[in-house]
């Protein structure tokens, strides 16, 4: 009797023996996946931000580029407001005078 009673606490010790190695196991790569996780969503956010960083650039270019029509609009806008001040002078010589 005394012999089964030792073999069952031998058991049970051996039992919660591999049951703390395993919670310490758990434990360990539990820690291990919180890390992973906290680099993934790192690269996640640094993904995110170089695809914010590249979309700006592209903004900033097309803005540039339309100031640029801009600015080549503006002036043929001077170009033609001249042209139009240069043919109503010349309609104004050709046209002859009323007397007063």
Request: hydrophobic share 35%; proline share 2%; glycine share 2%.
């Amino acid at each position: 009797m005394e012999n089964t009673n030792n073999q069952l606490r031998q058991a049970l010790e051996n039992a919660n023996a591999q049951l703390v190695q395993a919670k310490e196991k758990i434990a360990a790569e539990k820690t291990e996946l919180e890390r992973e996780i906290a680099r993934l969503k790192s690269l996640e956010g640094m993904e995110a931000k170089s695809d914010l960083d590249l979309h700006n650039r592209r903004l900033a270019s097309a803005n540039q580029d339309l100031k640029r029509q801009n600015r080549k609009l503006e002036e043929e806008n001077i170009a033609l407001k001249e042209r139009v001040d240069g043919l109503n002078e010349q309609l104004f010589t050709l046209q002859p005078q009323k007397p007063q």
